[in-house]
């Protein structure tokens, strides 16, 4: 049992890009599915798609590799179950000087640091990935 599929869904995609794997399979959640797209729209995935029906979905993830390199070089939890870390939008701020994104949980969905700071919205701090 996963304890917290989000850190489970972020190192599973830098592990298999580690190794050179074209996709990634995974057991189905909204919210799983929802930070997928999230990492598409960033550049770091080439898509995400829901595979299967009822009891058995899964999301299938499609990794994305710019000129035989892996596009996440590396990722770093920032809430976890033990510690939730809530952030204003007066503190979200670049990741890596522009050149990763931290990903958010607001109350509008799941959002990067550059949305969150254009629609003026903090929340739950995810995950930053570069």
């Known amino acids: 049992m996963v304890t917290d599929p989000i850190?489970?869904?972020?190192i599973q995609l830098k592990n298999a890009g580690a190794v050179g794997k074209p996709t990634v399979s995974l057991p189905f959640s909204?919210?799983?599915?929802?930070?997928?797209?999230?990492?598409?729209?960033?550049?770091?995935?080439?898509?995400a798609e829901r595979k299967g029906r009822k009891v058995k979905k899964t999301l299938?993830?499609?990794l994305r590799y710019a000129e035989g390199a892996h596009a996440i070089t590396d990722v770093?939890?920032?809430?976890?179950?033990?510690?939730?870390v809530y952030k204003p939008v007066?503190?979200?701020?670049?990741?890596?000087?522009?050149?990763?994104?931290?990903?958010?949980?607001t109350p509008r969905g799941v959002m990067?640091?550059?949305?969150?700071r254009?629609?003026?919205?903090?929340?739950?701090?995810l995950f930053e990935i570069w």
């Open 7 to 10: 850190a489970d869904l972020i």
């Open 30 to 47: 909204k919210f799983k599915f929802a930070v997928a797209e999230k990492l598409k729209e960033a550049g770091y995935v080439a898509a």
């Open 60 to 62: 299938e993830i499609t």
């Open 76 to 84: 770093k939890r920032i809430s976890k179950p033990g510690r939730r």
């Open 90 to 105: 007066s503190e979200i701020h670049a990741v890596r000087y522009g050149k990763g994104s931290l990903i958010l949980s």
């Open 112 to 116: 990067t640091d550059a949305e969150a």
């Open 118 to 125: 254009k629609e003026k919205v903090g929340g739950e701090a």
